[in-house]
């Protein structure tokens, strides 16, 4: 589990680091970007014993659930509802 | 020292993400801190699942060595037999303090019965330890406290009833906690101190009391 918690903090520094040099900085944009790292590394992660599979899983729910939010918002703005 | 690893980093990763949220130039900082607070619960938590549930898995071998001693008629005692002894650091459970120990043996008669010679948590301790100064206080910082990090501190005192030792900031695992085979060979701590003390001794050795009150557990051997 070492080596995935290690590339999820170097992928989300490196993405950090980036947004800033391109002045992004909406909340929707940075937290959607973690979403998307937090998901690529998880199948690496596992196998996780239960209590902690359970805080993975409700960790990366609530990170899709925000990500499902913002996602809306920008469609109904596009949509102009 | 692990187990501060996690929560230090929840906090680090709180107070970026604080700091992203609150300075609006900093925003993309919240993916750094998202993933700290990420890495210290992941951190916290799984070497203490998984070391729960390996005790757990391990708990067969007591069990059967529970079952064991019950099966033999033997009452609940063990001596702790140095490898100049029985040629490798065991506990022999038998019903007084055995004279000798064949190498090898799983089981043997002694004077007053049978007996059980079982490998203990000490016996395993020792052999991660390795080589042990000769003072018993000085072996058992070395060992207890540098190698398997499973105490803070040690004392150890002579008293007229036996030598007591007394760890500080306990955090041995609890491997065969509601078994016969506690009282037997006693905790975790217990067994690697009379282990120790067995092979420093070059004497069987067997735990008097074992008392633990919070984190600080004190043994007294004789």
Request: charged residues 15%.
């Amino acid at each position: 589990m070492r080596y995935p918690l290690i590339a999820l903090l170097a992928l989300s520094g490196v993405a950090s680091a980036f947004l800033t040099y391109l002045g992004a900085n909406a909340v929707d944009v940075v937290v959607s970007t973690y979403t998307l790292i937090y998901w690529a590394t998880a199948p690496f992660m596992r196998p996780l014993p239960r209590p902690v599979n359970y805080i993975h899983a409700a960790a990366g729910a609530a990170l899709l659930a925000a990500f499902a939010y913002f996602a809306a918002l920008r469609i109904l703005a596009v949509l102009k509802i | 020292m692990q187990n501060d690893v996690g929560p230090s980093l929840i906090v680090l990763g709180a107070a970026v993400s604080a700091l992203a949220l609150l300075q609006p130039n900093l925003t993309p900082l919240l993916a750094l801190g998202l993933a700290a607070v990420t890495a210290g619960l992941l951190t916290t938590w799984e070497p203490a699942a998984r070391e729960k549930i390996l005790a757990k898995l391990a708990e067969a071998g007591w069990e059967n060595v529970s079952a064991l001693i019950q099966a033999a008629g033997l009452p609940p005692k063990a001596y702790y037999i140095p490898s100049t002894i029985a040629g490798r650091p065991v506990a022999a459970v038998a019903a007084e303090r055995p004279e000798a120990v064949p190498r090898g043996a799983l089981t043997f008669r002694a004077k007053t019965g049978p007996a059980i010679v079982l490998s203990t948590p000490g016996t395993k301790a020792l052999e991660l330890c390795g080589e042990l100064p000769e003072d018993l206080a000085e072996a058992l910082r070395s060992c207890v406290v540098n190698v398997l990090g499973l105490a803070r501190s040690v004392a150890v005192a002579e008293r007229p009833d036996g030598v007591v030792v007394e760890y500080g900031g306990a955090a041995a695992p609890e491997l065969y906690d509601q078994q016969l085979v506690k009282a037997a060979l006693g905790g975790v701590l217990a067994s690697i101190t009379a282990a120790v003390a067995a092979e420093l001794w070059r004497r069987p050795v067997e735990i008097i009391e074992e008392k633990r009150e919070g984190r600080r557990v004190v043994v007294t051997l004789r």
